[in-house]
Every structure is written in C-alpha cells, then in structure tokens.
C-alpha cells in the first residue's frame, strides 16, 4: 500500500505585472519550480511554450530544447511533467499550453523575454 503526501504552500503572488514574475510564482504554485532548479529551467520551458501557444504553435521535443538551450532529455522531463498536470496537451503537432489567457492579458505581457 502506498502513502500519499499532500503538502500545503502558501506563495505570495508577484504585486508588479510582470511576465517573468507571474510565471515564476505559476510553476512554484504547481511544484514545477523548486530549489534545485538553479537556472529556472522549468520556468524557461514553461515561458517559452507560452509564448508558442500566444502564437497558436505547438512545441516538439526537437524544437524546445533548441529554443531553450536545454538537453532533449531536460525538455522531455519538464514536458511530461505539464502534460500529467493538465496544463500542456499533447497534440498532432507536438505540445502546446492549455490555458486560455485573454487577448488583453496577452498584449499586457512582454513577450519578448522568451523571444
């Protein structure tokens, strides 16, 4: 019989409106981000998937780890990691984030900081 674990975090969302920042507090709220993630990997993939689905592209595991200058094996790990969470679907395409954001949240962020 296995035993689960549920723990409770309290993370402060970021006051400023700020891409980095509100992606940051998303992945450390979800467990996607943690203290071992030095180089903020998982929030980098996450970004720049973002950025893919604001374009209405998907990404693959070949064109990830190039855009984030990652290893493909990195790229395959935080994929699988968002696809079992509900947050990135798998499609004919490759994966692509399945949250919706609005076209005035969209224009407020800066997307060129995963560019």
Known sequence: MSTKIIIIKEIKQPREENVANEIEWLCESFGFANRRD????????????LQAAHKDLAMSAKTLPEKAKIARSTAIHHMDRY????IVVKTTRGMSCACAMSKTQSR????TCCA
């Open 38 to 49: 030095k180089n903020k990997t998982a929030m980098r993939i996450f970004e720049i998937m």
């Open 108 to 111: 407020k962020w800066n997307w």
């Open 83 to 86: 696809q079992q969470s509900g």
